[in-house]
């Protein structure tokens, strides 16, 4: 009874209710450059292979920690000191954001669609590069040695980004649906508009979400630059420059395989980038899946996006309870397994034809799977960082993981083009494809070091 009262403390901190917010803002992009534009395209005319591969603007999410160091030290001037070095980052690309749903607005991919394209690209890098600061932003909201609290704040980041895509996405689509309805032919283009509201709503309550003081991890991050100008034996701006530049990049990569070792660091960047590929493929064909065998976007938004978002809210925050009682690991490898036998419930879905109640448990138990599968996976990678370079090596740990989830993933329409349109097979294979991944985490699990554990 005391670890459970121990556990529900956490949640109860007022810290959640910032790192809630900025989990939303983390989510809500994809929303815009995941399920819109994939409906966007698909009603416009664009195959399934088309779609697939118009989801490599996901990539950028994989490359992101190649900035992430120069986020991680450069403060924008004047808006830095106002408001602080991370809202100040975020600020910028919510503005990025906000002024690329305009230019959607006054596009049709049937005409202009490079255009559109590389509007969703530019999206897709403000969001990735937000993201390297909102994560920062909400690890460092908590002490390192408060472990419970990390995964707390984890399981309540999941909850935020979920909301920001799950209710996200119930706007979109029934705002696009209503207004198809109501006849007016620029339907995607009016939804953008009001999208774009909401961009400013999350954007004046991050400018009430505290920042901590930086000084701590600048000194660190300025002595371990004045130690590589030292061993140059030369002071001066070449010098100093290469000092920067060597801290801010190889800095947070010596510090993870220092604290891991070169061998078990490269086997936990493996697990990272294969844990959830399978979830991925299917994610990305999800709703071609359901409009192909009959469902409407109100019905998508209604199963898919709300039920979804209530199952995922709702599990995530038990996710939070299993991570914080049994650890990371362990929740890992049983939120693994759980993705996969979900998985294959779209396989039933599938062969059995459009039907309410097995689209609704499909949904359901998906969201709880990758509701335990996401929760276990932020407090994992969450603990693994040096507080000295919080953004950059989240980033790159992310962004690991995004590999699969993006690049690879983007192959998943061409795939089903590839099964002859067999949907039942495609989720059965995608729900192989967490296996090697949890014979890694298997190896690994008594060697992996995490922060405050």
Not at 106 to 133: F, H, K, Y
Not at 258 to 268: C, D, E, K, Y
Not at 354 to 362: D, Q, R, Y
């Amino acid at each position: 009874m005391r670890d459970f009262m121990t556990s529900l403390a956490a949640y109860r901190d007022r810290r959640m209710i910032r790192i809630l917010l900025l989990g939303a803002m983390s989510g809500f992009p994809w929303v815009l450059i995941g399920s819109s534009l994939s409906l966007w395209l698909n009603e416009d005319g664009l195959s399934r292979s088309a779609i697939g591969w118009a989801g490599l603007i996901f990539s950028i999410y994989a490359i992101n920690f190649f900035w992430a160091p120069l986020i991680d030290r450069i403060q924008i001037p004047g808006l830095a000191r106002k408001i602080g070095q991370r809202k100040a980052w975020i600020l910028c690309f919510q503005i990025v954001i906000l002024l690329s749903l305009l230019v959607w607005s006054l596009l049709r991919p049937s005409e202009d669609i490079w255009l559109v394209m590389a509007i969703g690209l530019v999206i897709a890098t403000a969001s990735a590069s937000q993201d390297i600061t909102i994560d920062a932003l909400r690890i460092e909201q908590i002490d390192a040695s408060e472990k419970s609290a990390m995964a707390a704040g984890a399981a309540i980041h999941v909850t935020g980004w979920w909301s920001g895509y799950k209710i996200g996405g119930i706007i979109a689509l029934f705002s696009a649906d209503f207004l198809q309805n109501a006849g007016f032919e620029n339907y995607w283009q009016l939804t953008f508009i009001g999208l774009g509201g909401l961009v400013i709503l999350a954007n004046i309550g991050l400018l009430f979400i505290p920042e901590a003081s930086a000084t701590a991890r600048i000194e660190a991050q300025n002595k371990a630059e004045a130690d590589i100008v030292k061993k140059l034996s030369v002071n001066n701006h070449f010098a100093r420059f290469i000092g920067f530049l060597a801290s801010t990049v190889w800095g947070p990569l010596a510090s993870f395989f220092r604290q891991n070792g070169v061998a078990i660091g490269l086997g936990i960047l493996s697990f990272v980038l294969l844990f959830k590929i399978g979830e991925a493929f299917m994610g990305k064909m999800s709703l071609i899946f359901y409009s192909e065998i009959g469902f409407s976007k109100s019905d998508i938004a209604l199963f898919s996006k709300g039920l979804g978002w209530i199952t995922t809210v709702a599990f995530t925050l038990l996710g939070g309870f299993f991570a914080i009682r049994s650890g990371a690991v362990r929740a890992l490898f049983i939120a693994g397994i759980a993705m996969a036998v979900t998985n294959v419930m779209f396989s039933v879905l599938a062969w059995t034809g459009k039907s309410e109640w097995v689209f609704a448990l499909a949904v359901v138990l998906d969201d709880i799977a990758a509701a335990f599968a996401t929760v276990a996976f932020v407090t994992f990678i969450s603990l693994l960082v040096d507080r000295t370079y919080t953004a950059t090596q989240y980033a790159l740990l992310a962004s690991i993981g995004t590999i699969g989830r993006t690049t690879l993933a983007a192959s998943s329409g061409a795939m089903v083009d590839g099964l002859g349109g067999d949907w039942g097979l495609f989720f059965v294979i995608t729900a192989l494809m967490v296996i090697p991944s949890l014979c890694l985490l298997w190896l690994l699990r008594h060697k992996i070091q995490l922060n405050g554990g």
